[in-house]
Nanobody, 124 residues
Framework: QVQPVESGGGLVQPGGSLRLSCAASGLTFSHYAVGWFRRAPGKEREFVGAINWANDTTYGVDAVKGRFTISRDNARDSVYLQMNNLKPEDTAVYYC?????????????????WGQGTQVTVSS
């Protein structure tokens, strides 16, 4: 398969933390931006944030700013989403995607390789 592979999802209590990983599989993240998106039950997929090749980050959802952090490890060809102080409204399937080039975008159309997603459930 040629797609990013997400891992690290699961069930966590409100206030807890999770770290999602996105590994390149059959492709590389080298010199590409990588984004994180999520789709909550009954809602459309939304942009969470992204990191470009220069390690600049952007976050698209105001509700996650200050709680979520995106980082990358180029040696491991992986990108991470650290999620702290999780809330029930963070419950969603989280996807990572590789952008078409080295710059990030909030638009789904700017990403052409998508993972299958990992479920994050925040509940007591």
């Amino acid at each position: 398969q040629v797609q990013p592979v997400e891992s690290g999802g699961g069930l966590v209590q409100p206030g807890g933390s999770l770290r999602l990983s996105c590994a390149a599989s059959g492709l590389t993240f080298s010199h590409y931006a990588v984004g994180w998106f999520r789709r909550a039950p009954g809602k459309e997929r939304e942009f969470v944030g992204a990191i470009n090749w220069a390690n600049d980050t952007t976050y698209g959802v105001d509700a996650v700013k200050g709680r979520f952090t995106i980082s990358r490890d180029n040696a491991r060809d992986s990108v991470y989403l650290q999620m702290n102080n999780l809330k029930p409204e963070d419950t969603a399937v989280y996807y990572c995607a590789r952008a078409r080039d080295h710059t990030w975008s909030h638009s789904m159309n700017a990403y052409n390789y998508w993972g299958q997603g990992t479920q994050v459930t925040v509940s007591s």
